[in-house]
């Protein structure tokens, strides 16, 4: 099936859209549950650092699906950090359980 360019053009778009947002969401809300439990200090005071962090991560994020030469690259920058991340996290909530 072969697509106009102005309809890639705009699928390409809304790709990186939905990357940016829920994917940027995702990926630093992962990044604070991480920090939350990495963070040496008060459980509510790492809490509130690592929310605060998050939302440099998700900043980040979005300037990173823009920025990136095509949307296959730049779901690729979110979806494999927040692999990674979640992974982690997974690790680390099963060793203190």
């Known amino acids: 099936?072969?697509?106009?360019?102005?309809?890639?053009?705009r699928l390409a778009v809304a790709s990186r859209a939905v990357a940016a947002?829920?994917?940027g969401y995702a990926l630093s809300a992962t990044a604070a549950a991480l920090l939350?439990?990495?963070?040496?200090?008060a459980p509510a005071e790492a809490?509130?650092?690592?929310?605060?962090?998050?939302?440099?991560?998700f900043c980040c994020a979005v300037l990173w699906?823009?920025?990136?030469?095509?949307a296959w690259r730049a779901w690729a920058g979110?979806?494999?950090?927040?692999?990674v991340l979640g992974l982690?996290?997974?690790v680390m909530q099963r060793s203190v359980t």
């Open 1 to 9: 099936m072969i697509l106009n360019p102005a309809l890639r053009y």
């Open 21 to 23: 947002i829920g994917g």
């Open 36 to 41: 939350a439990i990495l963070l040496p200090m």
């Open 47 to 57: 809490v509130i650092t690592a929310t605060l962090l998050s939302f440099i991560v």
């Open 65 to 70: 699906v823009f920025a990136a030469r095509t």
């Open 78 to 83: 979110i979806v494999l950090p927040g692999a």
């Open 88 to 90: 982690i996290l997974v």
